[in-house]
């Protein structure tokens, strides 16, 4: 029993030196929370923490909780994989996002191995799962409800069409840039889908040609390129709501940006790796 005692202090303490180290990174001190489900107390081992805004838990002990029949850790990726019924999830240590049922979501913090524990934002595998959260601020505490169907498919949820063009013209305009810039580009064009200035459809826009043409790969023919895996995974996030553009309209080449149109007339909202976005 001493042993045992004195290993979990030791976890305990190597775990809060990780989440310390990550909380600098990210410039803030981390926030220990409690988590339920279903009012039921979870033993994260004192790991859930809430982090500017946003709530870390362990993906093994949540989902546990929340009822997922397989929980395996693949040491040779630093995968956590979780399998319950109508769920298919997994979590790689590093990576922005986590992929469940096809479905892309993003943690711009990127899911975090710390003290050995695969974390992850406690709303996003909420989504995975079709379950409900609440954030309790006086308990400081977070509450689960294990309602709902788990997320539904990429296979059914994402538009075909959107997503081979909207790929397309990710990997044209920036398929060497980083997958933030990459989400970004997408992030354009999704945006004009959605103003009245620019055609609704994601084809619509890519190859819209009422005040010349919009995209210089539509002109090059590097629209029909094969895109890379990467300009495909970036497309599924900004369909999945991922947003690094904010509401961005235009996006140009950094090098040119100063003296382009949008340069000296749309307001600038932030440079991603070699383009400047404006709205």
Not at 198 to 207: A, H, I, N, R, T
Not at 238 to 266: E, H, K, P, Q, V
Request: glycine fraction near 8%; proline fraction near 4%.
């Amino acid at each position: 029993m001493f042993k045992k005692s004195i290993a979990m202090l030791l976890c305990a303490a190597c775990f809060l030196t990780a989440a310390q180290t990550f909380a600098s990174a990210a410039g803030s001190e981390p926030l220990y929370v409690a988590v339920y489900v279903d009012s039921e107390a979870v033993n994260t081992g004192s790991s859930a923490f809430l982090l500017d805004g946003t709530t870390f838990v362990p993906i093994r002990e949540v989902s546990a909780a929340l009822g997922a029949d397989t929980i395996s850790w693949r040491s040779d990726t630093g995968t956590a994989c979780v399998i319950d019924e109508g769920l298919e999830l997994s979590a790689r240590a590093g990576q922005t996002y986590v992929v469940a049922n096809g479905r892309y979501l993003y943690i711009p913090d990127g899911v975090q191995n710390i003290g050995g524990k695969i974390m992850v934002p406690v709303r996003v595998l909420c989504q995975a799962f079709g379950a409900q959260v609440e954030w309790n601020a006086a308990e400081r505490a977070v509450y689960i409800t294990t309602t709902g169907e788990p997320i539904e498919s990429g296979d059914t949820y994402y538009n075909a069409d959107d997503l081979y063009w909207l790929s397309h013209i990710i990997n044209a305009e920036a398929g060497c840039e980083p997958l933030t810039g990459k989400i970004a580009v997408g992030n354009v064009v999704l945006n004009r889908c959605a103003s009245a200035q620019f055609p609704d459809s994601v084809y619509g826009v890519v190859f819209d040609r009422r005040y010349g043409t919009q995209f210089t790969p539509i002109d090059n023919g590097s629209i029909y390129y094969t895109p890379n895996d990467e300009s495909v995974i970036a497309a599924k996030l900004a369909l999945d709501g991922a947003d690094t553009a904010g509401g961005s309209l235009y996006f140009i080449a950094s090098y040119c940006a100063a003296y382009s149109w949008a340069g000296r007339n749309r307001p600038f909202v932030s440079q991603i790796g070699n383009h400047c976005f404006y709205a």
